[in-house]
């Protein structure tokens, strides 16, 4: 195991070492579709944490969504720092986290059931944002109060002092994710993922064990929230929160692939890559292109490639020396 | 070790188990019979916690582990094995013993540990450790589960229809392991079983249910002759 994390960790430094040399190269917009590829990616990794063990959350732009907004509301209303608005948003993600999660994981909801139950808490999150309108801004969103350069309110017009960030943020989510994958927990939620009740018959604490993950889960999403609002300086229920995000991250995180610690990353590529693409390509001319597209190829993604494309990729990779080997002659 | 009384359950008015009292003495193999519904596995899954008793107590060596969660009562020492194998499929076999050794014993196991726990479990029912789960025939399966339950160091084991899906030679195999696990290992045994023949032949006692409630309570021989199980259970032509 040993040797694993050292390899894991090895291949995680020299792509962070590449990744940091990007703004030397680039131009700002470039670096504008790198840094959210990074947050995004970030959010998405946070979803696979529960998504690999068969916890399908369509939930998740709730949290996001509180993320997003406690860090500015409190900022706006409040005068406090995002350095202690951001904490603030992440527990309260927790708090949400353990509220839905709890009765769901007591009453053995699973499945269908699950996303339909989260799908649910999407919708009443952008609801509940939408009908605060006297202090979220309602549909047309908000502002972080604008002061410049500044550590304290965590703003910065430059765009590499975010990409820095950014970079950051994103290592730490591929190393939670290794941490999760290699740690002692990922038996337990495997067996937990295949068979519920023969896992607790050997010991294993289901709830401890699925409660653990989704506020993991919820608190990174709510962090990744939180970051992306202070880049974009706007928070809109539509662009983080509610079902549409939900559905964002899920799609992102399968067809980048959810088994694979840079699949979720690579679905950013896709979901802020191809709006991008389409903006320019086609400007106003086809509203709505981007989900319409998403949607056909998640089908596509989930009979063809249900591991992803960094899955795929993964697996060819393993099966090419041992079709060498199986071609070498007999001695 | 264990004392069930007063044990009943309740499916919205079918009464699966009915007021069912017995105790186990320490390192005996007790046997639990009866035919198809007649609420053996019921019983398991009450005194295991998979279920929540509607009324009656259950008390594994002086504490009341009745509605307790089954992976607390696992871990105070009373494993079970399933009926149909269930085993995780996306663990290997040895990850799938180790995973009972650790979360058996509170987690707190060393992975070393684990790993000696899971060989000599695996040891003990005669399962190589290097095999894949894929392709494992019903017998390895089975015995795969008795090992996942070994290895969380059970004191108490509830052997869930042991013999089920085996050939006679399997079925003798397997008989004659979990009498090895008690006198081996001093586990006490509650065999829950539909195939009678090999069962009364190893069990020091036996207990016969029928539609929810005991009809008899004594030694396999007694059991063999007694007028109401002869009837119920074994029919005309005498099974097993």
Redesign the interface.
């Known amino acids: 195991m040993k040797n694993e994390l050292a390899r894991r960790l090895g291949a995680l430094v020299v792509a962070t070492l590449l990744l940091a040399l990007v703004p030397l190269a680039t131009s700002d917009y470039a670096l504008h579709i790198a840094i959210q590829i990074l947050l995004w990616g970030f959010v998405y990794t946070a979803w696979s944490l529960m998504g690999k063990f068969g916890l399908v959350s369509l939930g998740h732009g709730a949290f996001l969504g509180i993320g997003a907004y406690a860090s500015p509301l409190l900022w706006n209303y409040a005068g406090l720092t995002p350095w202690l608005g951001i904490p603030i948003g992440i527990l309260a993600a927790m708090l949400l986290a353990l509220i839905i999660g709890y009765p769901c994981f007591r009453l053995r909801v699973v499945g269908h059931y699950f996303a339909l139950v989260t799908l649910a808490l999407s919708q009443v999150a952008l609801l509940t944002i939408v009908a605060a309108r006297d202090i979220t801004g309602g549909s047309l969103g908000m502002t972080p109060k604008a002061v410049g350069h500044s550590w304290y309110a965590l703003q910065f017009p430059e765009k590499p002092y975010f990409y820095a960030i950014a970079l950051a943020v994103w290592v730490f989510g591929i190393l939670i994710w290794h941490f999760v994958d290699i740690g002692k927990g990922r038996a337990a939620l495997d067996a937990i993922a295949e068979d519920e009740g023969a896992a607790a018959a050997i010991g294993v604490d289901v709830m401890r064990e699925k409660l653990r993950v989704t506020l993991a889960s919820a608190a990174l999403t709510a962090f990744g929230g939180a970051l992306l609002s202070q880049y974009f300086m706007y928070v809109n229920p539509d662009t983080l929160s509610g079902i549409g995000v939900s559905l964002q991250i899920v799609f992102a995180a399968i067809a980048g692939g959810m088994y694979s610690a840079l699949g979720p990353t690579a679905g950013g590529l896709f979901t802020i890559a191809l709006p991008e693409i389409l903006r320019v390509t086609m400007g106003t001319n086809f509203v709505g292109a981007a989900n319409t597209i998403y949607g056909a190829l998640l089908v596509i993604f989930i009979i063809f490639m249900p591991r992803g494309v960094i899955g795929l990729i993964e697996s060819r990779l393993a099966a090419a020396p041992a079709r060498k080997i199986s071609k070498e002659p007999a001695a | 070790m264990l004392e069930v009384s007063g044990l009943s359950k309740r499916f919205g008015h079918f009464p699966a188990v009915s007021a069912v009292s017995f105790t186990l003495r320490k390192g005996e193999i007790l046997g639990l019979i009866g035919p198809n519904g007649s609420g053996k596995s019921t019983t398991f899954n009450l005194i295991?916690?998979?279920m929540r008793p509607s009324s009656g107590s259950i008390r594994f060596e002086g504490t009341e582990i009745g509605g307790l969660?089954?992976?607390r009562i696992?871990?105070m020492g009373l494993?079970?094995t399933?009926q149909i194998p269930?085993p995780?499929?996306?663990?290997s076999l040895m990850?799938n013993v180790?995973?009972?050794a650790?979360?058996?014993?509170?987690?707190t196991l060393a992975?070393s540990d684990a790993q000696r726990r899971a060989e000599r479990a695996l040891d003990m029912v005669g399962l190589p450790a290097a095999d894949g789960i894929e392709g494992l025939g019903a017998a390895a399966l089975k015995k795969l589960e008795l090992a996942?339950?070994l290895?969380?160091g059970p004191r108490l084991l509830l052997a869930d229809e042991s013999l089920g899906g085996l050939d006679h030679a399997e079925m003798e195999h397997a008989a004659l392991m979990l009498e090895t696990i008690r006198t081996k290992l001093g586990i006490t045994i509650v065999w829950v079983e539909h195939i009678m023949g090999l069962l009364m032949r190893i069990v020091d006692r036996v207990i016969v249910l029928d539609h929810g409630e005991k009809i008899f309570e004594g030694l396999p021989e007694a059991a063999a002759k007694d007028a109401r199980v002869t009837e119920i259970y074994l029919g005309h032509g005498r099974r097993g």
């Not at chain 2, 995780?88 to 663990?91: E, H």
């Not at chain 2, 650790?102 to 987690?107: A, D, E, I, T, V």
């Open positions: 295991a916690g998979a969660p089954a992976h696992c871990r494993a079970r399933f269930r995780f499929r996306r663990l990850e180790m995973l009972a650790n979360y058996g014993n509170s987690g992975k996942r339950a290895a969380t």
